[in-house]
Structures are given as C-alpha cells and as structure tokens.
C-alpha cells in the first residue's frame, strides 16, 4: 500500500472509530506521525485539547512569530536570538531534546534559525496557535519521541542536515558527538557504548561524521543494546568501516 492510502486508510479509522472531523483527525494524525494506536490513545488521553476550541488561527501564529523578532532580523525570518526569546518563553532549553522534533515539524533547516513559513505552517498542522496549546504539543511531541521508535529513528535520520553546516556533506565531530549525547543518551546510554564512542572519535577518528556513519550508528547501538559485548558483532556486515574501527578498538580495551 503506497504512502498515501495508508494515510488515506488511518484517516478514514480514524474518523469512524472516534467520530470527528476529517480536519480534526487528520490533525491528530499528523501530530502521531500518522500512527492510528497512538493517534487514537491521543484523542482519547485528552479528547478536548484534541478537537480544540475551533480552527486554528493562522494570524495568531503570525503574531506570536511577530512578537519575538529581534531588531536586524528579516521580516520572515528567526536570527538565534529570536529563536532563544521564544524558547524562553515556552520554557524550552535548548539543550532539551524536544528542540530537535520541533525544529523538524516546523521545518528548520539550519539549527536555531525558523522561516515565518515553516513556522506557520508547522504550527498550523500541529493545531495550536497560542503559546499554552504550543506548549501542551512540546508535551506531546517529546512524549512520541520517547515512545515511538519509528518516529525517533524519523526524527534522528532528520537531525544530520539540521546539524551540519549549511551546505556541507557532512557533520563536524564536535556537533555530532553532541547531538548524539543530546538524541541518544536517554535510550541508550545505559551500557557505557556511547560514552565509548565518542571517546574513540575524539582520540582515534578525530574526523567529521559523513550521513552513512551517523544513520549506521543508529543501527549499530540499537543492537548494541541487546548485545552490549558485541559478541554478535560480523565485521563483514554492512557497517561502515569507522564502526569496525570502533568495535576493535572496545575489544582492544576490553581485554
């Protein structure tokens, strides 16, 4: 079934199984990354928030964008400063994770910096249009992120271009080192192989990260978590040569 008529298919459960809108529910959907289980659990958990108060706002959007543009920004365009302003008033860090599923849905392509577009848009499918309901969808978002693997492995695969510089093909070591310990650490840090990895980069790699190593790592410490040893671990799979440099490198160490 192509992309579309699943889509087509979940919205079509999802109207007749909790009776609203197509509007409403392709909404829901859209903020469950079209996951019908957890759209359905999501209306139910808050059926209110869900539905909402009526259509949401663009003009409102508009003027929240307006309200934290700083003096030298573009009329359509968030500076880091900006950004950090509305942060703050969400209650957002910015070395909380959410930043990094928000960043996606609202389009970023560059860390920091936001279009009135993306964030316009972004808003708009997310259903909220003032900053109470924004905040209550950073809820949501982080609780998908945490629950979801299909979609963090969406939102990590994302977060290469996001990170690396604008126009270049791959990920400065210190930038991915971070946003690994920033995506990574609550899922995976238990069995000491992230903390290890970054170790070997900054001593044995001391490279950027191209996209194939960052989406293969992915991999690599998702079967690193059933099998924290390597045992299991074929040297002619078909991981890239730095992660074969790593796992000798812990084997090294190990003995």
């Keep these: ?7 087509r298919a979940a919205l079509t459960q999802f109207m007749q199984f909790t009776q609203t809108p197509e509007r409403t529910a392709k909404r829901i959907l859209q903020a469950n990354n079209w996951n019908l ?5 999501s209306y139910y958990q808050n059926p209110n928030a869900s539905s909402g108060t009526g259509p949401t706002n663009q003009n409102a959007i508009n003027a929240i964008f307006d309200q934290f543009k700083q003096p030298n920004d573009s009329p359509d365009t968030y500076s880091i400063g900006a950004t950090m302003a509305y942060f703050d008033a969400l209650g957002l860090q910015l070395d909380d994770v959410t930043v990094v599923p928000l960043s996606k849905a ?18 708009m499918q997310l259903g909220a ?20 693997d299909e979609y963090f492995k969406e939102v990590y695969k994302w977060a290469f271009g996001w990170a690396k510089a604008p126009g270049g093909k791959a990920l400065a070591l210190e930038n991915a080192i971070e946003m690994w310990k920033l995506l990574l650490t609550s899922r995976f840090g238990g069995n000491g192989h ?3 990895w970054a ?27 059933s099998d924290p040893t390597l045992t299991g671990y074929d040297e002619n799979g078909s991981y890239p040569s730095t992660i ?4 000798d490198y812990y084997r090294n160490q190990e003995q």
């Design 1 to 7: 079934m192509s992309n579309s008529s699943s889509q």
């Design 37 to 41: 289980e957890l759209a359905i659990d």
């Design 106 to 123: 609202l389009s970023s392509e560059t860390m920091g910096e936001f279009t009135r577009k993306g964030f316009t848009d972004g808003w």
């Design 129 to 148: 249009d003032s900053l109470p309901r924004m905040q209550a969808k950073l809820q949501e978002l982080r609780q998908q992120l945490d629950t979801n």
């Design 194 to 196: 992230l903390d290890r």
């Design 199 to 225: 170790e070997f980069l900054e001593e044995k790699w001391k490279k950027s990260i191209p996209k194939d190593t960052w989406n293969m790592f992915y991999e690599f410490i998702v079967d690193a978590k």
């Design 244 to 247: 074969d440099a790593y796992v």
